[in-house]
């Protein structure tokens, strides 16, 4: 009897798709992130202080070296890449002042060719069910950045399992 239980749970576990709402604001150096993390149609708000201590130790990590940094940048874009199977919702909102009219541009633009490719990417891979919606403004007046980011996306942890798999085999 255990054992049946524990195969439907891990089948469970496998099939269900687990969806994830990210609401995150900035201003500056002030951030207000805010998770819901959701089984089915059961959404479940990860408390303030949970992602209060989680950004804090995630600032307090020392890489080392260049290269440890990099395979770290590495490891959480495949982690990224496999969480975003299915994206319901990406609202995008980034307003961005340098300072210097020509570094904001600059900045503008090099945030629009990193994001491009990164939605060409989940476009390529008919990941986005709806139409993000994408705003980057300069602002020559201030010295600021400010982000908005709100986007709800869906996974199995089947699928991130075979994922994996093709990886390595590959």
């Known amino acids: 009897m255990f054992l ?3 195969f439907v749970f891990l089948a469970i576990v496998l099939c269900v798709r687990f969806s994830v ?11 207000n992130p805010g998770i819901r993390f959701g089984i089915g149609r059961f959404l479940i708000t990860i408390p303030q202080g949970v992602l209060t201590k989680t950004g804090q130790r995630l600032r307090q990590r020392n890489f080392g070296t260049m290269e440890a940094g990099l395979r770290a940048i590495r490891l959480a874009m495949r982690s990224i890449d496999g ?27 090099g945030l629009w060719a990193i994001i491009g490719s990164f939605l060409a990417g989940l476009s390529s891979g008919n990941r986005l069910r709806s ?7 300069p602002d020559y007046v201030q010295t600021h950045v400010q982000v908005y980011l709100h986007c709800i996306f869906q996974f199995t942890v089947g699928q991130i399992i075979i994922n994996e798999l093709k990886r390595v085999m590959v």
Request: charged share 20%; glycine share 12%.
């Open 131 to 137: 139409e993000p919606e994408i705003q980057i403004q």
């Open 83 to 109: 969480l975003l199977q299915r994206i319901e919702l990406l609202h995008l909102e980034v307003r961005i002042g340098i300072g210097d009219p020509l570094w904001t541009s600059l900045g503008a633009g």
């Open 4 to 6: 049946l239980g524990l």
């Open 21 to 31: 709402e990210v609401h995150l604001v900035t201003e500056g150096l002030k951030l």
